[in-house]
């Protein structure tokens, strides 16, 4: 078995920006179409469109059309840059690269890549028909905004006060404000959208991110919860377009998004990948193990199943015995107890110790139901003359002896034992072969980029995946046969 962590499902590793602005009080109801729109403006037509400068140039390029007697719109902050080892706050656009121009279009193709402005041009869109069809020669157009969104825009730019800025420009307020600021606003957002969007996806995401990630006080005012508070930090919600996505540290990295586990069956001349399992991160190596022999049927046979020493526990080797596999894990977890224990006989069930090391048997035992141990008592002669008494280390009392030891250490300590053999050397050489499943889908079959998100849709993508790997594998078997067939035939 191998595990294949950290299923990446983003585009290209990127995240979408995060952006907040001051809250205004729209209309109740809004029509959609108001003003002007792209798809129904004349050339003639005055509207707002969206230009595309160099970067750097917006500010020239205003200034130039502004003498010209076009209206323009360049949103300006101010933001402190480090000049000569001394901290100068310049003025700055918004949104580099953008300009508003209200005019025509027959007005604007006079300034349009001209002499002066040859930096200056069109920001396109793709136009299609209702059929999704290319309109016009290139099927393209120029973006324009239309008339009462613009103006919404332009009045909230006008708003004087510190918060009219996106919140990753305000270099005054440290990561912890902002945070508090962005709750705040979410909180307002949550009361506006409260009964009309109820429905939607959305809105529900941002339910479960207030919930998540805030408390109420006793006054009834909200805070934001410390890490203490968190119920399950790892199911958080990291991202909005990927919400049942996990958090998990492993192996000293941090992992995001989907863990996939892999079982391949190996014959004398060839292998295949014969079940797969993928869940979120989170899920752990020895539940995968115990989820794939639920699906197990019982062997005649004796069966060989080796895996990483994360998917071995003591319930899951006994359960794989009971249908006649024997498990094998080739990496020890866990504390190591000592080697004597290898010798110690414990009844079937578990409950009762029989005989030590040394041969003796206790004269009474409890089972400790809880802890899943036997508590037995020796007599304390027997410990005290016996030559392993310090590696057993029993709890030497008035009249006995104490010895606190489970069926699961006796196991683990055999288990040990075991892997000092030149049998499981050979074990752990044939396991490391699965190994090279993870390294091949990420470099030939691109697992951590699968282009969708959410864990069904991955998951589809990581089937198909495996279903490929596994033709090339058959191919190659194929092709081995004939190969094999051929210099037969010419000896």
Sequence with gaps: MATLCNVDTRRGGQNS??????????????????GVTPNCVHEKTKAWYVMRAAYGQEIKAKEYLDAKGLETFLPIIDRMRLVKGKRVRKKESLIPNFLF?????????????????????????????EKGQPIGKNGTKPLIVPNNQMQQFRRWHEIEDDYNAFIYHQRELDADEK???????????????????DDTSEYQLLIRLLKEQTIFNDDGTR??????????????????????????????GKHLGYVANLVETVGENKSLITDYAYEQNIYGDSQFMKDHLSKEPIY??????????????????????????????????????????????????????????????????????????????????DCTECPYLKECKPRLRQNNALKELSWKAVNRAKQLRFMKTEEFKQHAHFRNGVEALPS???????????????KKQTRFHFGFKIAALNFKKLLDYENSLVHYAAKKEMA
């Design 17 to 34: 920006s995060c952006v907040r602005a001051k809250s205004c009080t729209l209309p109740e109801k809004e029509k959609l179409q108001v």
């Design 101 to 129: 121009v209200l005019s025509t279009e027959v007005e604007l193709q006079k300034y349009v890549g001209s002499k002066d402005l040859s930096f200056f041009h069109y920001y396109y869109v793709p136009n299609m028909d």
């Design 179 to 197: 945070t508090i600021v962005v709750m705040h606003d979410a909180e307002k957002l949550l009361q506006l959208c409260e009964g009309d969007f």
């Design 223 to 252: 805070r934001l919860r410390e890490k203490k508070e968190k119920e399950d930090p790892s199911k958080v919600l990291l991202n909005p377009s990927d919400p049942e996505a996990t958090f998990r540290r492993k192996a000293g």
């Design 300 to 381: 005649e046979q004796d069966v060989l199943m080796v895996a990483d020493g994360a998917y071995g526990s003591e319930l899951n080797v006994a359960e794989a015995a009971k249908h006649g596999i024997r498990l094998i894990t080739t990496n020890f977890t866990g504390v190591k107890p000592a080697d004597i224990f290898a010798e110690f006989i414990f009844s079937k069930d578990g409950h009762e110790l029989l005989e030590c090391i040394h041969h003796k048997s206790p004269y009474t035992f409890r089972y400790d139901e809880h802890n899943d141990r036997c508590d037995a008592l020796f007599k304390k002669s």
């Design 440 to 454: 091949l889908l990420r470099r030939k079959y691109h697992v951590d980029k699968i282009p969708t998100r959410g």
